[in-house]
């Protein structure tokens, strides 16, 4: 069974960065393409990004490009999310998530972590 927990979340300023990390334990970290999503309150999950397991392809949600960033590092198990130019739209709860299938992009990966809170202030 996979683990996976989210760190890096708080308060921040309009205008400011945030880097949220997501280590995982439990499975083969390396073959997983890993995920974002957030959910706003009273708002439905929303996809941030995703990056496949070489590292090399990402995919990012419309809201979010050209602010954020995925990066992974396999040998620590962890994939990074980057926020830029952090907005009070971007409050959310923010949930990496892990796909061992060869889809291209899936709103239902196969393990989750509980999420970690992001708070912009305007």
């Known amino acids: 069974q996979v683990q996976l927990v989210e760190s890096g979340g708080g308060l921040v300023q309009a205008g400011g960065s945030l880097r949220l990390s997501c280590t995982a334990s439990?499975?083969?970290?390396?073959?997983?393409?890993m995920y974002w999503f957030r959910q706003g309150l009273g708002k439905e999950r929303e996809f941030v990004g995703r990056i496949k397991n070489s590292g090399d392809d990402t995919w990012y949600g419309n809201s979010v490009k050209g602010r954020f960033t995925i990066s992974r590092d396999n040998a620590k198990n962890t994939v990074y999310l980057e926020m830029n130019n952090l907005q009070p739209e971007d409050t959310a709860v923010y949930y990496c998530?892990?796909?061992?299938?060869?889809?291209?992009?899936?709103?239902?990966?196969?393990?989750w972590g509980q999420g970690t809170q992001v708070t912009v202030s305007s």
């Open positions: 998530a892990a796909d061992s299938s060869a889809m291209a992009l899936t709103t239902k990966p196969d393990y």
């Open positions: 439990g499975g083969s970290f390396s073959s997983y393409t």
